[in-house]
């Protein structure tokens, strides 16, 4: 089974918390940015319009100018001319939106000059129609500098102000989204702070639950080379650690279950799994041991039954499943037992996963004859589908299959496929003589 080595799916939530906090952040200075260029718009607009009523005022002031010297003969026409060009030269021409000032700025600088031939021609009448129709013009002219720069206010207003007012609009709008989300990351930091909280607390319990599991065994062994033991006493106290190692391995395994229940990815499910198969079936070994009389000959016929028990119950086998047990060795020890049940876990887990895909009916066959001394022979396997690529036995590219072939070298066995339909593994191991002669 290939081992998945990419990074859990709970670890990159910091990772993506960081990147929408910093995209946050970006989109909260562009806005700012672009809401103070806004902010300036309007605010030349505003001053283009204050400086465009000023102007207007100064425009009102001419007709005032003219009848004042016309009656004193004074120089407040010219003043206020002067005044008005001055304005336009210093004020009105700083202004933004230069190309609309600059026309506008041209068309009054026409418009004042007429107006001030006109002032000069009311002055040089003789007769009172001809001073009358001048100051007839000159007032329809000024009028006219005053429609010019109403225009323009009109057009500021209507360009400039409605427009940045919209602008703005639309940020302030944009504003309220962001906060809404910035609001939604707060609180999904706020969650993600919390489970990981959790988890720092769930894995301090295990750890100290461990830690308090190997400081008991600790001390059991070290009383056990201390303490001259008899051997009714010795075999009570091996019986008691093979109880206690089997307690703990079941500590181990609902560990196991208990992080599975955080996982939702299927592969990862699947690893969770057999991992917790793996520990059962090195914990039924410990059970078969302490609840046998002989502790160096332990029941295999009741431990094999009991393995494959769970391993139906573990896969939640649904279909109409048959066992072809034959078990005819009464006896093994523990370090053979333990990996030839790692073994059979194995191989009866691979054919539950891979074998009966699209099967209502299947069979597992298990057959064991044969001793330690003289060797074993174990037939394993199922008459599902099979094997379709031979290369996959012969280098191994999962976890299950090196398992396979690390445990049958163990058991100094050589292993097989046997012939025939669906998958059968044939294992034998060598006779103790041929061991002892090979050292």
């Given at each position: ?83 008005i060009r001055g304005f336009m030269d210093h004020q009105l021409a700083t202004l933004p939106d230069g190309v609309g000032m600059a026309n506008l700025i041209k068309t009054l600088g026409k418009d004042l000059a007429n107006c001030d031939s006109l002032h000069r ?319």
């Amino acid at each position: 089974m290939p081992v998945n080595h990419s990074r859990p799916s709970w670890q990159l939530l910091p990772v993506l918390a960081i990147a929408l906090a910093a995209s946050f952040i970006a989109w909260d200075a562009a806005l700012m940015a672009r809401t103070t260029r806004a902010q300036k718009k309007l605010g030349g607009h505003i001053a283009q319009l204050d400086r465009l009523s000023r102007l207007n005022t100064q425009i009102d002031q001419l007709v005032p100018a003219h009848v004042a010297t016309l009656g004193d003969g004074g120089d407040k026409w010219n003043v206020q001319v002067a005044a008005i060009r001055g304005f336009m030269d210093h004020q009105l021409a700083t202004l933004p939106d230069g190309v609309g000032m600059a026309n506008l700025i041209k068309t009054l600088g026409k418009d004042l000059a007429n107006c001030d031939s006109l002032h000069r021609e009311a002055r040089r009448s003789r007769t009172l129609s001809e001073a009358t129709m001048a100051d007839a013009v000159l007032t329809l002219m000024i009028r006219n500098m005053r429609g010019h720069v109403e225009d323009e206010v009109r057009q500021v207003q209507r360009n400039g102000l409605a427009a940045q007012t919209l602008v703005l609009d639309s940020q302030w709008t944009e504003a309220h989204v962001l906060l809404a989300l910035a609001s939604l990351l707060a609180l999904l930091c706020a969650g993600l702070v919390t489970y990981v909280a959790r988890l720092l607390v769930h894995a301090n319990e295990r750890s100290e639950l461990l830690a308090r599991t190997g400081e008991e065994l600790e001390r059991t062994n070290r009383n056990l080379r201390e303490t001259m033991l008899s051997k009714e006493e010795k075999e009570v106290m091996l019986k008691e650690i093979h109880h206690r190692v089997k307690n703990n391995l079941q500590i181990v395994r609902s560990l196991i279950r208990f992080q599975m229940d955080k996982v939702r990815e299927p592969h990862t499910t699947e690893l969770f799994n057999e991992c917790v198969n793996r520990v059962g079936a090195m914990a039924l070994v410990h059970e078969q041991t302490y609840m046998s009389n002989d502790l160096a000959n332990i029941d295999v016929a009741n431990y094999l039954n009991s393995l494959l028990r769970d391993l139906v119950h573990a896969y939640n086998i649904r279909m109409k499943l048959h066992l072809d047990v034959d078990i005819q060795v009464g006896t093994l020890g523990v370090d053979t037992l333990t990996p030839l049940g790692l073994l059979i876990n194995e191989v009866v887990s691979n054919s539950f996963k891979h074998a009966f895909h699209g099967r209502q009916e299947g069979t597992i066959i298990l057959h064991l004859s044969g001793t330690e001394q003289g060797g074993l022979v174990l037939r394993i396997g199922d008459d599902g589908i099979g094997l379709s690529d031979a290369d996959k036995w012969e280098k191994p590219n999962s976890l299950g299959m090196d398992l396979i072939h690390t445990l049958a070298g163990q058991l100094n066995a050589s292993m097989a496929i046997a012939p025939g339909p669906g998958m059968v593994y044939q294992m034998t191991t060598v006779p103790d003589q041929e061991i002892r002669r090979r050292a």
